[in-house]
Structures are given as C-alpha cells and as structure tokens.
C-alpha cells in the first residue's frame, strides 16, 4: 500500500520527502546531513498531523489522482482492519512496522496537497549568479507525518503568513489534528527527530553588489574552460558591477585561496567580485547529539547517577541490578545491543556527521557510560575487587572496544570537561 501510494503521489516531490522503509529506520535519516545546506535559514516550522474525530476528505482526494472506486474501497477496507489491530498490539504493548506503514499511508494525499503550495516557495539554485536579489523562500523536508520547513526571511509576519496557510490548509480544510511550531534557529534549539537543530551561526545576509565597476587584471586568466582575455580586456577594460556572493575574508578573485577570476558563466568571462564583510551567508542548520535526554534515559535505566548539573559533569556510572543474575555472555550482548544501536542512530551511515566536534564529544560520553556500567555488573557478577581489574580481564570484550570487529567511531576525550554541554541542553 505505501509503495503505490508513494509511486503516485511523491514522484514529482521526491526530494522533499523522505520513505519510510525500514532499513531508513535502522540505519539514521540522511535528512540530517542534508540540513546543514540549508543556508541563511532563519525561522523554522516545525509541525505534526493526526487524526482527528471529524471524518476528512478523503474520497475526494483520492479521486484527483486515483479515480477507481475498487482501489478507495480497497484502501478502506485495509484501514479499518489496520486500526483494529493496531488498537490490539496497544493494549498488548507490541509494534508492527507494517501497521505503522498503513497509517501513514493515509497522509499522502494531505501532503500531497501541502506539497502543491509549498513547492511554489522552495527556493532553486541557479546554475549562474541572477542580476537581481534572490526573494524570501524556503526549504521544505517530511518524513511520514512530519514536517519541517526552513524560511530565509527576518520578517517574522511571513512565517506568520504562512503558519496561517498552512492550518487553513491542514486544520479547516482538511479536519487533521495539527501541532506547528516556530522556532527562531538563531535564538533557540529545537528537537527534531531526536536530533536537536541549532543554527550554525553567522550571518543572514543576501548578496551584496558593488556600486563601482571593477579593472580586470591584465595577468589573470578565466575559470572553467572559459574563453580567453580579448585584446580590450586585457589592456584592464571596465565591465559592469555584478552581484557577488559574501563568503568573508580579503577582496580576492574566484574561489577560495585562489588567484584567478571566478566567471559568470558567459562568453567572455566576466569576473565576479567576492565582497569581504560580516553579511555571509554561512548559517546553516547544525545536528546536535540530545545529550541531556540520553543521560536521563540512561540514569531511569539504572546505569548512571547524576550529582547537581550536568554541565559539572558529576555522573557516577552503576551496576544494572536486574542483569547480575543473568549469564555473562548475555550482559555482555545486552550492553552491546545498547551501544549499537546509538551508534547506528547518531553515528552510522545516514546520521548525524562525524565531522561535528559536539556530537563526537557527547557520544564518547555516553560510550564512557556504558562502558563503565557493564564493568560495574560485571564486577559485582564475578565477584571482582575493581573496575580497573574488569577492564584488564575482559577489555575486548567490553561496548565499544576500539577493535577490528566493533572500531570506536570516534577518538577517546582525553579531557572530558572541555565539552560544552550547554549545546545539547
């Protein structure tokens, strides 16, 4: 059902949107290394859809792009079936992806139609620089009934307009219960997927255009293959102002740390003027590893103990009590399983990049915790004097061991206090 849902609804959206395949959910969301391209983004929407009581307009969606009265009984058959096993599995505790795949199946024609308004606003990249000002738009990701929108505006009364179109959209049009959000991603952090979003820093500037014409240098060449100085560009003569994009740093031709003229792209090969200033657009979206909420999972857990802030770094690791009766090889497994799958989560292929200083830090925290806590049970199950004996005795062995079959994917922290816990709280 999500496969034809998918191959009628999102093939003209595909790069807005996100599948829900179970190898995505298992291996981390690529999305995150996507959003640090967000750039200059200012404002973000962060929002939600449910269902609600009132019955929405489902047939009449479904008959714009499916008209067939066999697949819309079809699919409304397999909703109810879905829904009372789905009711089943809650009272028992238990989760099936297939019926989680059914359910938000159901938003596809919704988001179908919230892509349509969006899809007018996303911004495109030109392949060559405009001569005009790029306006205000936004970029656009969903993942089943999640959404997030960045908008590259100041003006808060935009993110109010549209904030406003889409729960006219949504709520009023629809009947789908709605939770939207506005996050400043300059001021404020936000969790997302379980991943905080914080703004990179920098600027929010757009492109800056010089008002005097600029002397091309009689020595310098052309980039890109382009066509070669004539005699009149040679001798230094004047060409018009151009827009230029402000990366920062002293005046210099072409890109960074070279000498020769960058080109617009055009016969002749006009030079582009790169302007120094603090109007860089450099602000991007940056992943953050939710290092409070892990330390709280894990202190519920019984692995750890926490003495005041966390910003003092007073964590005790502790034996897991319920594990000492266990065998040794399955408190070994248990720990490992723990340790796999955070790092599968926020370190694996597709997840938060490793290049993020923070998030290696705040992982190695959690490393160390749980590497601590399974010598602390593993002390208490052999009847061992001390940690530092544990680790002598069964140091292969032990989560998150730098070898060949299960490598560190970061270095050991030395000095753990010289990460700024401030960024994940």
């Not at 109010?160 to 939207?180: A, G, H, V, Y």
């Not at 960058?262 to 790169?274: N, S, V």
């Not at 830090?361 to 590497?371: D, E, G, M, T, W």
Request: glycine share 8%.
């Amino acid at each position: 059902m999500v496969r034809i849902f998918e191959t009628i609804y999102n093939m003209e959206f595909s790069p807005y949107y996100y599948p829900i395949y179970p190898w995505n959910l298992k291996n981390g969301f690529s999305i995150f290394s996507y959003l640090s391209f967000w750039k200059k983004t200012r404002w973000l929407l962060k929002g939600d859809i449910g269902m609600s009581k009132k019955k929405g307009p489902w047939g009449a969606l479904l008959k714009k792009k499916i008209n067939d009265q066999q697949f819309e009984d079809f699919f409304w058959k397999t909703l109810k079936a879905e829904h009372r096993i789905l009711k089943l599995q809650k009272e028992g505790g238990k989760k099936n992806m297939r019926v989680f795949d059914i359910f938000h199946a159901a938003f596809f024609p919704f988001f179908y139609e919230l892509d349509v308004v969006l899809k007018k606003k996303v911004i495109k990249t030109p392949s060559f620089p405009k001569p005009k000002l790029e306006k205000s738009g936004i970029y656009f990701f969903r993942y089943a009934n999640t959404f997030l929108i960045g908008i590259r505006t100041r003006s808060k009364r935009s993110v109010l307009d549209l904030q406003n179109t889409i729960r006219f959209l949504l709520e009023e049009s629809f009947n789908l219960k709605l939770n939207l959000e506005i996050i400043d991603a300059k001021k404020e952090k936000t969790l997302f997927l379980g991943v905080i979003l914080k703004s990179k820093g920098g600027s929010f500037g757009f492109i800056k255009q010089r008002n005097q014409p600029q002397k091309r240098p009689p020595f310098l060449r052309t980039l890109w293959g382009a066509p070669p100085l004539s005699s009149a560009a040679a001798a230094g003569e004047e060409h018009p102002p151009r827009l230029q994009k402000v990366w920062g740093g002293p005046p210099f031709w072409g890109s960074m740390g070279d000498s020769r003229p960058a080109t617009a792209g055009g016969a002749g090969g006009l030079p582009i003027h790169r302007v120094p200033g603090p109007l860089a657009p450099r602000s991007g979206i940056k992943t953050l590893v939710p290092l409070k909420r892990m330390v709280e999972k894990l202190e519920k857990q019984g692995m750890c103990k926490t003495f005041g802030s966390l910003e003092k770094r007073k964590i005790i690791p502790l034996r897991k009590t319920p594990w000492i009766n266990l065998k040794l090889s399955i408190i070994k497994k248990k720990y490992e399983d723990l340790w796999k799958e955070i790092k599968k989560e926020y370190a694996g292929w597709g997840g938060i990049p490793s290049s993020s200083a923070s998030s290696a830090s705040a992982l190695n925290l959690v490393q160390h915790i749980i590497q601590h806590s399974a010598a602390c049970t593993i002390m208490n199950k052999m009847k061992i004097s001390s940690r530092k004996k544990v680790f002598k005795k069964y140091k292969k062995e032990l989560p998150g061991y730098g070898g060949r079959k299960n490598p560190l994917p970061f270095k050991r922290i030395k000095n753990k206090t010289s990460l700024r816990v401030q960024d994940f709280i």
